[in-house]
């Protein structure tokens, strides 16, 4: 099989928030000189030791959106340079797609060559900002619901008032609207036989309409950014298929603020047009978790650290 048929079956996925953990990209720091310059970059966009926080903490400053965002498309990045430093040979070869949960999503574009990693960089931080603030604003928070059927989440939804803010997989369904409507849509889930239903730590009601004080600033910065057409199509969150155009990358990074992150959607998309592979660059193994439970035939591969991107090969 040729290279171009190889990448033909490929697909590059990025983590979004929640993936950040201390210690990540620390070996790829220490062991890649593409790792280096990428975070040594971000410090110098920032203004700030970005790098330091994500190796060294602390937690709660990591975890917070602001800088989490950022922290997390940085390592990334990092890692994704890394492969084509260790790999000139075979990677980066073009894949059939990219796309990022979230936050991932702006990593993607940095991979499809739609927008310079700079940019990406300060317009997820003012992204990060922008959600911590609306999150204070109007005060929300997220659950995540196991073992229940998509309509019986959406009956739950409409009962309580809160949206579905991602569908992440078969059976794996996360939740975005006031707190107190959380905590009946919580118990509810639970007395409709949900295997588990449980509050996440995070700062705000994402992917929903409590985020919609976010969307002005947000818009503006995206509409300053240098967005052009991706090289490879992306995967959005939001429809489940290919963008291939600036005005449709722009419309997507608004939409997505308060609509809902359609992940398993995506992968199947990918999936049944002729991905055999993904490859989730980043941090942690959350996306390749999900992949498996959604599209069970298909091959993954995780790259994280500098192990990860040495034993890293296209499959044949």
Known sequence: MTESTVAERLAYVFPGQGSQAIGMGRDLFTESKAARETFEEADDILGFSLSKLCFEGPDDQLKQTVNAQPAIMTASIAALRALGEVHPEAFPSTPRFVAGHSLGEYTAL????????????????????????????????????????????????????????????DGQIVLSGAKDALVRAIDLARAMGAKRAIPLEVSGAFHSSLMQPAVPGMAQAIYKASIRNPQIPIISNTKAEPIARQGEIQAELIDQMVSCVHWTKSVQYMASNGVKTFVEIGPGKVLTGLIKRIAKDVQTINVETMSSVRAFALPA
Do not use: K, T, Y
Request: charged share 20%.
């Open 110 to 169: 940095v991979a499809a060559n739609a927008l310079p990693f700079n940019e990406a960089l300060s317009l997820v931080r003012e992204r990060g900002r922008l959600m911590q603030e609306a999150g204070r604003m109007r005060e929300g928070g997220m659950a995540a619901i196991l073992g229940l059927d998509e309509s019986l989440v959406e009956q739950l939804c409409q009962q309580v008032g809160i949206e579905i803010a991602n569908i992440n997989s």
